[in-house]
């Protein structure tokens, strides 16, 4: 069983960045897919960005503004997000997969606002 804690959401000004980490516990592997998803009220759970053996993937709506990044030796993989717009907000989870078999983090909570 994987666990995964996320720490680094909060309020932000439009244009401003933050940086999203999570940490995993439990038997982690370099061809694991890792990364993060986001749910903004009202709408549905949506692909932020992913890791899969050293492949990176973007959602077309974040892309040039977020970086995934992962380090396999710690355990850990981070959301760099800068240029942050209103349409951001939103609970943003990690997640995990192996074999078809999926974990989440509890989220952490991004708000862009003036």
């Known amino acids: 069983q994987v666990q995964l804690v996320e720490s680094g959401g909060g309020l932000v000004q439009p244009g401003g960045s933050l940086r999203l980490s999570c940490a995993a516990s439990?038997?982690?592997?370099?061809?694991?897919?890792m990364g993060w998803y986001r749910q903004a009220p009202g709408k549905q759970r949506e692909l932020v960005a992913l890791i899969t053996s050293g492949r990176t993937t973007y959602a077309d709506s974040i892309k040039d503004r977020f970086t995934i990044s992962r380090d396999n030796a710690k355990n850990t993989v981070d959301l760099q997000m800068n240029s942050l717009k209103p349409e951001d907000t939103a609970v943003y989870y990690c997640?995990?997969?192996?074999?078809?078999?999926?974990?989440w983090g509890q989220g952490t909570r991004v708000t862009v606002s003036s």
């Open positions: 997640y995990h997969r192996r074999y078809g078999i999926e974990s």
């Open positions: 439990g038997s982690i592997f370099r061809f694991d897919a």
